[in-house]
Nanobody, 116 residues
Framework: QVQLVESGGDLVPPGGSLRLSCTAS???????????IGWHRQAPGKQRELVGF???????KYTESVKGRINISRDNAQSTIDLQMNSLDAEDTAVYYC???????WGQGTQVTVSE
């Protein structure tokens, strides 16, 4: 069984920063370093979208709307993937999810709200 748990969501003011974490447990842990892990988000009334991902070798890709403002990193020893977000604005308000890429393994999500 695979479990992904996101944490770190919060209410932040525009221009603020936030760091989200995704921690894996279960059968995926033994081979965690081999997986590409993605971060997605779903804003109210919108479809879920890919924010970015990090490959097994540490290569990162980001969607255009967040490029330059976010950084995804991984700690394979801890089975965690972090999403650092800077210069947040209201458009970043969403529930953020992590996923083992190309699989049905998703976390439950963590809420990020950008507001005064």
């Amino acid at each position: 069984q695979v479990q992904l748990v996101e944490s770190g969501g919060d209410l932040v003011p525009p221009g603020g920063s936030l760091r989200l974490s995704c921690t894996a447990s279960g059968s995926v842990v033994d081979s965690f370093s081999a997986y590409t892990i993605g971060w997605h988000r779903q804003a109210p009334g919108k479809q879920r979208e890919l924010v970015g991902f990090i490959t097994a070798s540490g290569i990162t890709k980001y969607t255009e709307s967040v490029k330059g403002r976010i950084n995804i990193s991984r700690d394979n020893a801890q089975s965690t993937i972090d999403l650092q977000m800077n210069s947040l604005d209201a458009e970043d308000t969403a529930v953020y999810y992590c996923q083992v890429r190309d699989s049905d393994y998703w976390g439950q999500g963590t809420q990020v709200t950008v507001s005064e």
